[in-house]
């Protein structure tokens, strides 16, 4: 019988490296260049690209298995939209987060109309179920839509003024996602802005415990508790301290007779673009 394949096959740095970029570049406000730094200060040598290219290839992975593990959401849905710039052309995304403020899911589209709120709906109702209530603003686009979905046509609809501020639930969710675009300057690429905040979401919220409500003692507590179930969701047994150690003489000694055009990703050297033939990547 064929063993399965480890999720970080084919890389040579350790699992819990990887891991620790990815987690850091979703959970704060880090560029990747920061994130280059802080792994440079611990004795991991990689560039920025590669950072990119782990982000890019287990952040969606990893914020599924965040989602597959979270309490069943809410009975409520709070709905609200906001505009977003993208390389010049303004864009909405749709949020629906629940009564306790986890996020369902998210949207990008050009229009808010009726057709774009029954997109949205049903993008929700994939991952969720069928609500009890579902709050909104007075935008009557959300109405029109719901009324042409039987799932929703007996739920309870909530209009509430944007002026007054009875949406804050979902209102105040767009706050993480405003204060990335000014870090990252504006979004640009919808695909790309949508594969983000898709990511963005779920892994910020897994470690954003509401710290005011929580003495210090329990609040590590249970943050050490999230820090074992990131582990446990991306295939992690090493801590990210041991996982430095143990990467930090490879990473120093194999950078010393090599030139790279392109990000190094761990692949075989017949993949990477100029490297030197004396060089040997281990997988």
């Known amino acids: 019988m064929k063993k399965s394949k480890s999720l970080y096959h084919g890389h040579r740095f350790p699992a819990a490296v990887i891991s620790c970029a990815v987690r850091w570049y979703f959970r704060f406000q880090l560029s990747l260049r920061d994130i280059e730094e802080l792994l440079l200060e611990r004795g991991v040598t990689v560039t920025y690209e590669t950072i990119r290219c782990w982000c890019d290839k287990f952040g969606k992975g990893f914020a599924h298995r965040v989602k597959a ?19 010049g052309e303004p864009y909405l995304m749709w949020r ?32 969720s179920p069928v609500p009890r209530k579902i709050v909104t603003d007075q935008l009557r686009s959300y109405p029109a839509a719901k009324a042409e979905i039987p799932e929703l046509a007996n739920v309870k609809h909530v209009f509430v003024k944007a002026a007054a501020r009875l949406n804050n639930r979902a209102e105040n969710s767009h706050q993480p996602t405003r204060e990335r675009e000014r870090r990252m300057r504006g ?24 710290r005011h409500l929580l003495g210090a003692s329990l609040y590590r ?41 392109a990000p190094d990703r761990g692949l075989p050297s017949s993949t990477m673009c100029t490297v030197k033939r004396s060089m040997h990547v281990a997988l």
């Open 221 to 261: 507590k249970q943050l050490t508790a999230r820090f074992a179930a990131w582990r446990e969701f991306t295939n992690v047994t090493q801590t990210p301290s041991v996982a430095f150690c143990a990467a930090a003489p490879y990473a120093s000694s194999s950078t010393k007779s090599r030139k790279l055009t």
């Open 96 to 127: 629906a987060v629940d009564e306790h403020g986890a996020e369902l899911d998210i949207l990008l589209q050009k229009r808010r109309d009726k057709a774009a709120a029954k997109r949205f709906f049903k993008r929700v109702l994939r991952s």
């Open 69 to 87: 593990s979270r309490r069943k959401p809410g009975s409520t849905w709070h709905l609200d939209e906001m505009f977003v710039t993208l390389s």
């Open 187 to 210: 979004f640009r690429d919808p695909k790309r802005t949508q594969k983000f905040l898709s990511c963005f979401g779920p892994i910020r919220q897994h470690f954003a415990l509401k």
